[in-house]
């Protein structure tokens, strides 16, 4: 019956590298259930109930990732988006003031929308119309962008106020920030000779290893819990879930009031969600299958029009269920890099969503210095796309180059597209190729000018 519905043989693949590639899929985006619920329920932002949200990124994680895997067969896992909860709670609920109900809706409307345009062939259009170049730019691009996450749920990269960034004081924070990253590190170390060595699940294995490695270092006393600045007990608890919490999120979206919102001012909500989540799910895809080789020889993405609709459909069940924008996960590379081919690893994935629930405690234990080797590995795997593109050709390569830097350097996949899409249009325009730039081209680069000035 596997075989039938996912065609393993097919995809060159089998059941065991399907379940293993889908629980380190999980395993790399476990860390949703802990900081979602956090960033949603902080006071100075949406101030939502962090259980219900929990319960409900579980739910949202569970049926968009179970779309992706029975419409359209992919790998790919989704979850509440990292920057789009931010922008969620702090800008539209904290800075702009609106409640958390109109905020839901923004981003249930911004589904619906989403379904329309997949069930036509404007987003398979856009994502076409990317040059090969630029798709090479963005995977590499991803690839830096989740490593760089991973420093930093390692505690390896800092923040600095000369510099911005900076590498941990191993010795001023010893017990917390530098033996976490010392682990991370060691992990990393673990992971990359494993996957030299050929051994199947090489980047679950490390995930583990370094947790447990973890748990050892606090039993020791060399890892001490700050709670105060977010350093917690590494063991697993097994406390269950209020399942009752749902219902201070679910259908919350329906109820809200527009009093004092305006329409112009909901529109531009809505149109900040569906903008950043267009380019982050397109952007996405392209770094993420690319990397798995499942582009074809013109550089376009099979069945890419139910990957998006199960993109679309559960950014919308998501906003039922009372959670910010779901969309496909970078750290679905992840897996593919597991050797994840077809759905049934998201269906993997998509169930241990959904058993989170009734584990929630447990799963949220797993640190971010556990997860990071997987992502700073898998980081390297991705990069490597950028070595089939042409340097000796500069109107190819410099695109391809800004969209990869700028992805890890403004912390955001849509804006590294939007340079590499402006750059790449402009270049081409100025040295006299404007006729190789398609049509859509040119209004990608419009929308995205358009977008700076207005938005």
Known sequence: MLEKYFKLNENHTTVKTEVIAGITTFMTMAYILAVNPNLLSNEFGSNMDATAVLIATSLASFVGTLAMALLANYPFALAPGMGLNAYFSFTVCGA???????????????????????????REAIFDAIPSALKKGVSAGIGLFIAFIGLQGAHI?????????????????????????????????????????????????????????????????????DKANGFYSLYPSMALTDFSAIGKTFGQCFQADFTGVGVFNFIVV????????????????????????????????????????????????????????????VESSAGVGEGARTGLASVVTGF???????????????????????????????????????FENAMEAVPAYLCMIAMPLVYSISEGIAIGVVSYVVIHVVCGKFKKITPLMYVLALLFICKYIFL
């Open 157 to 225: 990269v800092v923040a600095n106020e000369s510099t911005l960034v900076s590498y941990v004081d191993f010795a001023g924070n010893w017990h917390t920030e530098g033996i976490c990253a010392v682990l991370a590190l060691i992990g990393l170390l673990i992971t990359a000779v494993l996957y030299i060595k050929g051994v199947k699940g090489s980047i679950l294995i490390g995930i583990v290893a370094t947790w447990l490695l973890g748990m050892l270092a606090q039993a020791a006393g060399i890892y001490v819990v």
């Open 270 to 329: 809505l149109l900040s969600f569906l903008f950043v989540d267009m380019f982050d799910t397109i952007g996405t895809l392209i770094g993420v299958s690319s990397k798995a080789g499942m582009l074809d020889e013109k550089d376009k993405l099979p069945r890419i029009k139910p990957a998006l609709l199960a993109d679309a459909i559960a950014t919308s069940a998501g906003a039922i269920f009372g959670t910010s924008t779901t969309t496909t996960f």
């Open 96 to 122: 702009m003031g609106y409640s958390w109900q109109v905020a839901l809706m923004a981003v249930f409307v911004e589904g619906l929308i989403f379904i329309v345009l997949s069930l036509t062939n404007v």
């Open 352 to 390: 241990l969503f959904l058993l989170a629930i009734f584990f929630a405690p447990i799963f949220t234990a797993i640190p971010g210095f556990a997860t990071a080797p997987a992502l700073i590995f898998v980081g390297f795997l991705m990069v490597s796309a950028i070595l089939n593109v042409d």
